[in-house]
């Protein structure tokens, strides 16, 4: 790819207990190992390849729609009274968006014959009906198992204190054992991976909130997905073909290509030349 933010992979991005993306899909793994194993109803007569077909189909699908979803509801969470409504309103979204696709997908597996693939509205009906409970029930437990490690909100820094990243809003989401001082903040999605000098933890909040929240001139940006704190960059490093931040805590995170320029002028740190 040619533009670096979207060339440069995150080598946790797959990492289940670290990304968000990689979590979705060793669940989804998961469940179709599990499907596979009790052969419900919807799947008998299949052959082995059509019926891992089917339940990669009806279990990836329903999590992507779940997830476009969510990622559309979380900057309205507030509307909807707390996470849990929004992620409930996901899950049903996505089993509504997912009805018709089932029933056409029954068809193609040769499942039930569909007239000129026409199907009635008691047919979308039913589908929804048997489809919406487990889609959202499943996108709840998934998410659960981050919600409920998640701190929940205290009160809010006051405005005058936004000019020190440790003090904002999004900082009194983590536990009170990891408010150390602001290290780098990384995008799961629509989570955040915060790091600090007595940890990292994972809250809800997008991406471009907390980068609104913490405002210019407080850190850098050196990629889409990361923001870090310059006072605790401890070597810029330039090899095989790419750029990356070393931290203090360890990390090594990704430097843009469209941001390298940039970011070699505000740390003032010369790359070291790339190793043959």
């Not at 993306?21 to 194993?37: H, I, N, R």
């Not at 509504?96 to 014959?113: C, E, K, N, Q, R």
């Not at 799961?188 to 997008?206: C, F, K, M, N, P």
Request: aromatic share 8%; with cysteine; charged share 20%.
């Amino acid at each position: 790819m040619q533009d670096d933010d979207y060339e440069m992979v995150d080598r946790e991005l797959l990492d289940p207990r670290r990304s968000w993306l990689g979590f979705l899909a060793t669940s989804g793994l998961l469940l179709l190992m599990l499907f596979l194993l009790l052969d419900p109803a919807p799947s008998q007569g299949l052959g082995p390849q059509a019926k891992i077909a089917f339940w990669i189909l009806h279990i990836y699908t329903p999590l992507a729609l779940a997830q476009i979803c969510q990622l559309i509801l979380a900057r309205y969470s507030l509307i909807f009274g707390n996470i849990w409504a929004s992620v409930a309103i996901a899950g049903i979204t996505a089993s509504t968006l997912f009805a018709p696709m089932a029933l056409i997908l029954d068809g193609v597996f040769g499942l039930h014959s569909l007239q000129q693939e026409k199907f009635t509205l008691a047919d979308l009906r039913d589908e929804w009906i048997s489809f919406a409970p487990p889609v959202t029930l499943v996108w709840i437990g998934l998410n659960a198992a981050r919600f409920l490690k998640l701190p929940v909100d205290l009160q809010p820094s006051s405005p005058e204190v936004k000019s020190d990243p440790s003090s904002l809003n999004f900082m009194n989401r983590l536990p009170a054992h990891r408010r150390g001082q602001l290290i780098a903040v990384s995008a799961e999605l629509h989570y955040l991976r915060v790091y600090t000098t007595l940890g990292d933890t994972l809250i809800l909040q997008g991406f471009g909130e907390a980068l609104s929240e913490i405002g210019e001139g407080s850190g850098l940006q050196i990629h889409r997905s990361h923001w870090i704190n310059p006072d605790f960059v401890v070597e810029l490093i330039n090899e095989f073909g790419r750029t990356d931040v070393k931290l203090l805590n360890g990390i090594v995170l990704p430097v843009a290509r469209s941001r390298r320029s940039e970011v070699r002028a505000k740390l003032k740190m010369k790359a070291p030349s790339p190793q043959p």
